[in-house]
T-cell receptor, first 116, second 110 residues
Framework: NAGVTQTPKFQVLKTGQSMTLQCAQD?????MSWYRQDPGMGLRLIHY???????DQGEVPNGYNVSRSTTEDFPLRLLSAAPSQTSVYFC???????????????FGQGTRLTVV | RKEVEQDPGPFNVPEGATVAFNCTYS??????FFWYRQDCRKEPKLLMS???SGNEDGRFTAQLNRASQYISLLIRDSKLSDSATYLC???????????FGAGTRLAVHP
């Protein structure tokens, strides 16, 4: 059982380049999300999805696109990389839960992205 | 004001010490509360959920005060292996998104 798999683990981009961070989960979770983590800032929500075909913006969505064509995959696209997007990116998934509750989120191992 | 606030630390304590972390949250409608642990350069992992009545898991005790919008984590008999960053996490908004505090770093020394 692989859990949440993120690729690549490390990436260096030049300013203006585009790329896609991959995220896949094998737990049949409805809810998937992308966070970025910067020193002293904690994890900030970029985009999230509650099922195939449904996505929405989080706290810091600018410069990023997502799509969810299957339950398993939730890729994050950087449209035109900027140095401000240098960060560690985490993908997470969980069941939606019932009512107002949220269940445990499982995280991928992270992608360390540097934009030069 | 951040939605979830924590003392960043670091907390430097000797083995065997008791240490307490505090966290406040701003959304009174939040329903789910957690403490996650993150080791250096690793992904966050769930340490424990936090329930209104308070809950304990071995050396770890979590408390929730809804009236004050305050969450705490108490670690007793600290071990070297407890050294990590502890993240306070609260559900908020549509679909109960998880909002993370910036984390409190704990360093346990011999």
């Amino acid at each position: 059982n692989a859990g949440v798999t993120q690729t690549p683990k490390f990436q260096v981009l030049k300013t203006g380049q585009s790329m896609t961070l991959q995220c896949a989960q094998d737990m049949n979770h409805e809810y998937m999300s992308w966070y970025r983590q910067d020193p002293g800032m904690g994890l900030r929500l970029i985009h999230y999805s509650v099922g195939a075909g449904i996505t929405d913006q989080g706290e810091v969505p600018n410069g990023y696109n997502v799509s969810r064509s299957t339950t398993e995959d939730f890729p994050l696209r950087l449209l035109s990389a900027a140095p401000s997007q240098t960060s560690v990116y985490f993908c997470a998934s969980s069941y939606l839960g019932t009512g107002a509750t949220r269940t445990e989120a499982f995280f991928g191992q992270g992608t360390r992205l540097t934009v030069v | 004001r951040k939605e979830v606030e924590q003392d960043p630390g670091p907390f430097n304590v000797p083995e065997g010490a008791t240490v307490a972390f505090n966290c406040t949250y701003s959304n009174s409608a939040s329903q789910s509360f957690f403490w996650y642990r993150q080791d250096c350069r690793k992904e966050p992992k769930l340490l424990m959920s936090v329930y209104s009545s308070g809950n304990e898991d071995g050396r770890f005790t979590a408390q929730l005060n809804r009236a004050s919008q305050y969450i705490s984590l108490l670690i007793r008999d600290s071990k070297l292996s407890d050294s990590a960053t502890y993240l306070c996490v609260v559900s908020s908004g549509g679909y109960n998104k998880l909002i993370f505090g910036a984390g409190t770093r704990l360093a346990v020394h011999p």
